[in-house]
């Protein structure tokens, strides 16, 4: 690990200039300065669109081999990261498993701060050995200073089990970003609060998950073109949204999409590959299981 002290000296430690007064100002200043820093991550991500895309390109490639997204951050990165995780599942329709996150201070971090916890790299290394990672598998490791201890030793592991490796921080040229396979550096610069990357840096690492996981799950044929076709219908909202979905693409009536999502047991994919194809729900399963998942390849005349 590097000197300590070089935290110090990181952009994202620093005050941004001209908010020496920030508390004595109206209101209104306040949440003016607070959404224009928000505005400029836009920006900030666009600068870093090339490596977000390979980045989606490998992790697709891995997913596509069988592979896990593995997820890793301490504090508001973590939390961020078991967000995504956890809605890739309902999104997409992909198995519980598929995309983890590891948290550290574990579980109970996802309600509450654990600050200290991201100074466990003994606790890093048995979260990723409980895994058991293969080179099917992807870690994306989200620190913003780029030296949490907790995710330093964490991709280390992930190194060792020969996963792909991709960093997210917000500073430039970290230790630990340069000993990845893909390095997305989110630079947010200042908070408008000094150093609390809950902030601007929060909001880039938030986006950019889901773009990594969105565009990797579409590259996956886990969309069929811009239609969420892995939901679950699993309440009134989602099943009226997989009708939708289902009507849409096909051009049935409301009443025959409701049909086939019921004898699908509720999956929008299955559903899809009856009607198009003409075949019972059991066929429709093994077309998608065929062709990988990827609905598109189900669909066509030969899957796979």
Not at 90 to 118: I, M, Y
């Amino acid at each position: 690990m590097d000197n300590p002290a070089v935290l110090d000296l990181l952009p994202t430690e620093q005050v941004r200039p001209g908010l020496e007064d920030l508390d004595t100002r109206p209101v209104e200043d306040v949440v003016g300065e607070l959404l224009a820093a928000e505005a400029g991550v836009a920006a900030v991500l666009h600068a870093v669109r090339a490596e977000l895309a390979a980045a989606a390109d490998a992790i697709a490639e891995r997913l596509g081999r069988g592979g896990r997204l593995v997820y890793v951050g301490a504090g508001t990165p973590g939390r961020i990261a078991a967000l995504d995780a956890v809605e890739c599942g309902p999104t997409f329709g992909v198995p519980d498993g598929t995309v983890v996150a590891v948290v550290a201070g574990g579980e109970q971090a996802a309600g509450r701060a654990l600050e200290e916890a991201e100074d466990d790299a003994v606790a890093a290394r048995a979260s990723l050995s409980d895994l058991g990672l293969s080179a099917r598998d992807v870690v994306v490791g989200i620190t913003a200073s780029g030296r949490t201890p907790f995710v330093v030793e964490a991709l280390a592991a992930a190194r060792v089990a020969q996963a792909l490796t991709v960093a997210v921080t917000n500073n430039a040229g970290s230790a630990v970003a340069g000993a990845t396979d893909h390095r997305i550096e989110l630079l947010t610069g200042p908070e408008v609060v000094g150093g609390s990357t809950r902030l601007t840096a929060g909001t880039a690492q938030k986006i950019t998950l889901n773009v990594l996981s969105t565009a990797a799950m579409i590259r996956s044929g886990r969309t069929y073109g811009a239609w969420m076709v892995g939901v679950q219908a699993s309440n009134d909202k989602l099943r009226r949204r997989a009708a939708r979905i289902v009507q849409e693409i096909t051009g049935v009536t409301g009443s025959e999409a409701a049909d086939a999502l019921a004898a699908a047991s509720g999956d929008t994919a299955v559903a899809l590959v009856m009607l198009v194809r003409g075949v019972e729900p059991a066929a429709a399963r093994a077309r998608l299981h065929a062709a990988g998942g990827h609905v598109r390849d189900a669909l066509a005349d030969r899957p796979g």
